[in-house]
Every structure is written in structure tokens, then in C-alpha cells.
Nanobody, 125 residues
């Protein structure tokens, strides 16, 4: 099993920045890829970004490219999401996720095996 714990959420004004962290523990050697999803009130959970755990290659939702940056510290078993130029529509609960699969679809929720509890990000206008 892998445990994921997010941190770094909060309230920020539009145009501001936040950095989310996700600490992984347990059988982290089994992780192939980690990622971030988000879910706004009344909306479906959507893919934000993902990163290959060992190689570090990244993939982003098209609408978020250029504002969000995903990274990881392999030695610390921690993944990050740097969010810049935040907009009110970025308000959501942000979830950290991980998969053991090496063949998967980045934006497919069902392809991920482990989920964190989520951290709230609220962007005020």
C-alpha cells in the first residue's frame, strides 16, 4: 500500500501563487507515476498534471499549461504542484494520486490506485 498526504492548500487572491505538496509513504517503490486531479463544487474530478516517478517526464491538462508546474523530489518521496497566476476558477479540492501501472491514460481516474484526502484551494476575485 501507498499512503499519500497533501499539504499547501489555502486561500489566495486571484493572480497569486500556491505550491502544493504530496508526501508518499509505504510501498513507494511500486509507484510508476503520480499526479494531481482537482474537483470543483458541482463538477467532476478532472486531471491537472502527472509525472513519471523515476524518469520525471510530465504531462499537463492543456488548459493549465504555462501556469502550473509539476515536479518531484525522488529522494524525499514528495511531489509538488506550483500554481501561478491563479484564477477563481482554479478553486477546487486538489487530490494527489499515484498508480502502479506502466500503461495507463493520464486523465483516467480509474487508472490510479492510490488517492490522498485532498487539500482545498480557494482563489478569491
Amino acid at each position: 500500500q501507498v499512503q499519500l498526504v497533501e499539504s499547501g492548500g489555502g486561500l489566495v487572491q486571484a493572480g497569486g501563487s500556491l505550491r502544493l505538496s504530496c508526501a508518499a509513504s509505504g510501498r513507494t517503490f511500486s509507484i510508476s507515476t503520480m499526479g494531481w486531479f482537482r474537483q470543483a463544487p458541482g463538477k467532476e474530478r478532472e486531471f491537472v498534471a502527472g509525472i513519471r516517478w523515476s524518469g520525471g517526464s510530465t504531462y499537463y491538462a492543456d488548459s493549465l499549461k504555462g501556469r502550473f508546474t509539476i515536479s518531484r523530489d525522488y529522494a524525499k518521496n514528495t511531489m509538488y504542484l506550483q500554481m501561478n497566476s491563479l484564477k477563481p476558477e482554479d478553486t477546487a479540492v486538489y487530490y494527489c494520486t499515484a498508480t502502479r501501472k506502466y500503461t495507463f491514460t493520464w486523465y483516467s481516474i480509474s487508472d490510479y490506485d492510490y488517492w490522498g484526502q485532498g487539500t482545498q484551494v480557494t482563489v478569491s476575485s
